[in-house]
T-cell receptor, first 114, second 114 residues
Framework: GQQLNQSPQSMFIQEGEDVSMNCTSS?????WLWYKQDPGEGPVLLIA?????ELTSNGRLTAQFGITRKDSFLNISASIPSDVGIYFC??????????????FGSGTRLLVRP | KAGVTQTPRYLIKTRGQQVTLSCSPI?????VSWYQQTPGQGLQFLFE???????NKGNFPGRFSGRQFSNSRSEMNVSTLELGDSALYLC?????????????FGEGSRLTVL
């Protein structure tokens, strides 16, 4: 089935470092989204991207919708301990019958060393 | 406004039993989606309901079913439980039928099958 390849699987970084993660697919998506899941919680939407080439920031987070529409990246600048969690990318495309298909990547587990 | 509420938060069942999980979406949201989250498989889409109609279905066996009520609350049922059904079941709501991919997740119901 259709899959999103998200990398890296996990990262263990020092507080203050910048972080970069990305998702790629063999298929085109109309929307790319990035979610974060804290331990014991459900995922929370961080950034949504709707146009190829779009670059959007949310505080220290920046995400881009790849121009091929097959990839997206998320950068976190100056990481802090509360950035710990699992980051998921998600791609969405219409199915042609007014419904949509939303696929999640396998997640990037981020650990931040104080 | 109140978030997505899932009950119960934790439950333990034995193989062969059945389980019903409940989800109350954000007030005004008409779409409810269900996901299964396991360490090995990530977030897997189960089904989506909009205005009491199933709009989309993932690749799960018929033992997994759901429904949505007129007040948009949703339930999912798993019959004849198997060990592999142990997972975190997440419910997500959105105003439209998932057209933007912007989902609001609950905290999940963690099911353990013994």
């Amino acid at each position: 089935g259709q899959q999103l390849n998200q990398s890296p699987q996990s990262m263990f970084i020092q507080e203050g470092e910048d972080v970069s993660m990305n998702c790629t697919s063999s298929s085109i998506f109309n929307t790319w989204l990035w979610y974060k899941q804290d331990p014991g919680e459900g995922p929370v939407l961080l950034i949504a991207l709707y146009k190829a080439g779009e670059l959007t920031s949310n505080g220290r987070l920046t995400a881009q919708f790849g121009i091929t529409r097959k990839d997206s990246f998320l950068n976190i600048s100056a990481s802090i301990p509360s950035d710990v969690g699992i980051y998921f990318c998600a791609g969405q495309r219409p199915l042609g019958d007014s419904s949509y298909k939303l696929i999640f990547g396998s997640g990037t587990r981020l650990l931040v060393r104080p | 406004k109140a978030g997505v509420t899932q009950t119960p938060r934790y439950l333990i069942k034995t193989r062969g039993q059945q389980v019903t999980l409940s989800c109350s979406p954000i007030s005004g949201h008409r779409s409810v989606s269900w996901y299964q989250q396991t360490p090995g498989q990530g977030l897997q889409f189960l089904f989506e309901y909009f205005s009491e109609t199933q709009r989309n279905k993932g690749n799960f066996p018929g033992r997994f079913s759901g429904r949505q009520f007129s007040n948009s609350r949703s339930e999912m049922n798993v019959s004849t439980l198997e060990l592999g059904d142990s997972a975190l079941y997440l419910c997500a709501s959105s105003y439209h039928t998932g057209s933007t991919g912007e989902l609001f997740f609950g905290e999940g119901s963690r099911l353990t099958v013994l």
